[in-house]
């Protein structure tokens, strides 16, 4: 006689598959990140082995967005299988208010593309001056 362990998983892997996804109505996006605050810097860290980094990698800051665009083109697999994915691929992130665009650098190294701007805990305020127009 053989002894099953039942595995729950097996069961149902759509089901488990589905409730592991934070959002499982929207398409899997393969660029995963991870963002840090490192001393006086905010650091984001994408994933994004095989890209070559002159030619499919683009990194866009606009105002309190970061978004990394990658692509992949694909490649025909005649003899055998494919798990990779191809094509478009973007990730937009919200920055914290105290990260400054302006000093913004990237670089690429391992298949991780690594982008550092300057970053403070307590960003300066502005003090604006109020106009007064009298009738």
């Known amino acids: 006689m053989t002894a099953l362990v039942p595995n729950p998983r097996f069961a149902l892997p759509s089901l488990?598959?589905?409730?592991?996804?934070?959002?499982?109505?929207?398409?899997?996006?393969?660029?995963r990140i991870e963002e840090s605050k490192e001393d006086d810097r905010y650091v984001v860290r994408a994933e994004l082995p095989g890209f070559d980094p002159e030619k499919n990698i683009s990194v866009t800051a606009h105002e309190a967005t970061l978004t990394v665009h990658?692509?992949?083109?694909?490649?025909?697999?005649?003899?055998?299988?494919?798990?990779?994915?191809?094509?478009?691929?973007?990730?937009?992130?919200?920055?914290?208010?105290?990260?400054?665009?302006?000093?913004?650098?990237?670089?690429?190294?391992?298949?991780?593309?690594e982008i550092a701007m300057p970053y403070s805990e307590h960003p300066q305020e502005k003090q604006v001056e109020i106009q007064v127009t009298k009738s």
């Open 70 to 113: 990658a692509e992949r083109e694909s490649k025909e697999i005649r003899n055998g299988r494919s798990e990779f994915y191809y094509g478009t691929f973007s990730r937009t992130i919200s920055l914290p208010a105290g990260a400054d665009t302006t000093g913004i650098s990237a670089r690429y190294a391992d298949g991780i593309l």
């Open 16 to 31: 488990a598959a589905w409730l592991e996804n934070p959002w499982p109505f929207a398409e899997h996006n393969p660029v």
